[in-house]
Structure formats: C-alpha cells, structure tokens
C-alpha cells in the first residue's frame, strides 16, 4: 500500500518512518530538503522514495502528485507538514496569520484535493491529517497555530462527508507533546512547565505514532473523527 507522507524531513517523520516501513507501506516522502532525507533513508536502510515539494506552492503539489502517480499512487495520504508558531494575539496579523495557515492548513487542502480522484476511481483512500492537542487546549501565543489546526481538524469532517461512499476514511490524528521536532525548539523552562500538565508526567514516545496511523488504515468504519494522543493531557 502506498502512503505519501509530507513534512516527512521532520523529527516526528524521522522517528516513525521505520514503524511504517516494518508495517509493511510503500513510503512516498515530500520534504523541501530531499537530498538530506534520502540520505538519512538510506542510512537507516529504509527504502523510501523521496519528492522535493514546498506544499506552499501550487506547482510544487501538482509536481508532487504528478510524481505520486508515477509511483503507482497514492493509497494513504498523511498531511503532516506543518511549523509551529508563537505570537501574543495583540502581535499577530491576518498577514502572519495568513502565513501559518498556508503552511498548516491549505497545504493539506492542496494535497487532499489532488489525492482524492484517484482514491474515488480505485474505491479506497485514507487522508490522516496530523493536528495537535494545542488545537483544543491553547496555551499563550498559539492562536494562529491552534486556529490552523483547528481548522484541519473541520476540514477533515467535511472530507468525510463528502467521500463517504467511497470507500475513503477522512481523519486527524491531535498530538500532545511528542519528543521530537518541533517539541524540541520550545524554551526549557517552559517544557518543564507543560510536563507538569502531562498527567502521565512524560513527552510522547513519537513511535507509538505508527500504530494510530496503522489503526486509522486498517478501520474502515472511523471516519471524521479526531484521533488523540496526549498521555491524558486533554480529553474531549
Ligand atoms: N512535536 C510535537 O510535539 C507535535 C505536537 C503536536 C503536533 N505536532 C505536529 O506534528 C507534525 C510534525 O511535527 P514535528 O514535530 O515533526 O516538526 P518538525 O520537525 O518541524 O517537522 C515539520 C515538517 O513540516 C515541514 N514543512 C514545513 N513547512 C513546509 C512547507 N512549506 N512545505 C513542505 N513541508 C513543510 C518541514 O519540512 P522541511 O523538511 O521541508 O523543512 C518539516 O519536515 C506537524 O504538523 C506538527 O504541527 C507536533
């Protein structure tokens, strides 16, 4: 089954990468660094194939699924691109706003529309999209991040409305703290402070991220729901 990653260059990426190989995907990877992700593939000795794509740019994602066709298509669609943000709301414009969205949100609209004729012609398609825990419980400063992932998460439902019929399941996966990537550009102090909201008292195991996804793959009744991982952080 082949699954197209994106942001697939990031530290959660990295660490999962391995899980979904043993699992048995065909890896697709997008990531605007290519060349540094084919050689941490073949260092590791994963066979993935890989696909310069800056998803903020539309010709970039039409390149990219022009790529993926060649490939055989694409089965399993996991938008996980995304950055993270941090601005007081009274900093914060529609400008930058606009910005966080493009990146966070719009390129999993990119890549959901142009996966989505070919999983209706083939009668099967998974879209994951990867949202976070800060969508539902902000803390100071992640309005923008927290309303693009939000956003995510409502686009998801609709998709799973409208794909209903067609043997596609839309989703998102909501992480809470997981010990990589972007986890690790937040101030110690702070990480101290949100590991004492973590009722479990320790940062996701970003491994464990696979089997949700796996899950996500192999369930064909879930759709339109949001997955969360959080070690009991937040709960709907
Ligand atoms: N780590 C956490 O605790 C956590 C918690 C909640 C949610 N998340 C979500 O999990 C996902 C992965 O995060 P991470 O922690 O692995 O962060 P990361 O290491 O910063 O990885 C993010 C990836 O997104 C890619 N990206 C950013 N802008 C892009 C663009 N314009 N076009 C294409 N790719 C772009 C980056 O690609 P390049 O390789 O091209 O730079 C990078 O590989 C994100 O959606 C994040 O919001 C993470």
């Given at each position: 089954?082949?699954?197209?990653?994106?942001?697939?260059?990031?530290?959660?990426?990295?660490?999962?990468?391995?899980?979904?190989?043993?699992?048995?995907?065909?890896?697709?990877?997008?990531?605007?660094?290519?060349?540094?992700?084919?050689?941490?593939?073949?260092?590791?000795?994963?066979?993935?194939?890989?696909?310069?794509?800056?998803?903020?740019?539309?010709?970039?994602?039409?390149?990219?699924?022009?790529?993926?066709?060649?490939?055989?298509?694409?089965?399993?669609?996991?938008?996980?691109?995304?950055?993270?943000?941090?601005?007081?709301?009274?900093?914060?414009?529609?400008?930058?706003?606009?910005?966080?969205?493009?990146?966070?949100?719009?390129?999993?609209?990119?890549?959901?529309?142009?996966?989505?004729?070919?999983?209706?012609?083939?009668?099967?398609?998974?879209?994951?999209?990867?949202?976070?825990?800060?969508?539902?419980?902000?803390?100071?400063?992640?309005?923008?991040?927290?309303?693009?992932?939000?956003?995510?998460?409502?686009?998801?439902?609709?998709?799973?409305?409208?794909?209903?019929?067609?043997?596609?399941?839309?989703?998102?996966?909501?992480?809470?703290?997981?010990?990589?990537?972007?986890?690790?550009?937040?101030?110690?102090?702070?990480?101290?402070?949100?590991?004492?909201?973590?009722?479990?008292?320790?940062?996701?195991?970003?491994?464990?991220?696979?089997?949700?996804?796996?899950y996500?793959?192999k369930s064909e009744?879930t759709?339109?729901?949001?997955?969360?991982?959080?070690?009991?952080?937040?709960?709907?």
């Amino acid at each position: 089954m082949n699954l197209l990653l994106t942001g697939a260059g990031g530290g959660i990426s990295k660490a999962i990468l391995p899980e979904l190989q043993a699992l048995g995907y065909t890896l697709l990877l997008t990531t605007r660094a290519a060349d540094a992700l084919k050689a941490h593939c073949e260092a590791q000795g994963i066979p993935a194939k890989v696909f310069p794509a800056d998803l903020t740019k539309e010709e970039d994602v039409h390149a990219l699924f022009e790529w993926v066709a060649a490939q055989g298509g694409v089965d399993v669609l996991v938008n996980n691109a995304g950055v993270a943000h941090a601005a007081a709301a009274w900093k914060l414009d529609a400008a930058e706003m606009q910005k966080v969205m493009d990146t966070n949100f719009l390129s999993a609209v990119r890549c959901t529309q142009l996966a989505l004729p070919a999983m209706r012609t083939q009668s099967f398609g998974r879209i994951i999209s990867i949202s976070s825990v800060v969508a539902h419980k902000p803390s100071f400063g992640t309005s923008a991040y927290s309303a693009s992932k939000s956003a995510l998460e409502g686009y998801m439902r609709g998709v799973a409305i409208d794909v209903s019929t067609k043997g596609i399941t839309a989703n998102t996966i909501a992480y809470g703290y997981m010990n990589a990537g972007m986890l690790h550009d937040v101030p110690e102090p702070l990480l101290e402070e949100v590991k004492r909201g973590i009722p479990m008292d320790h940062f996701g195991r970003p491994e464990q991220i696979a089997a949700a996804i796996d899950y996500l793959v192999k369930s064909e009744y879930t759709s339109g729901q949001t997955i969360h991982i959080n070690g009991a952080q937040w709960m709907p």
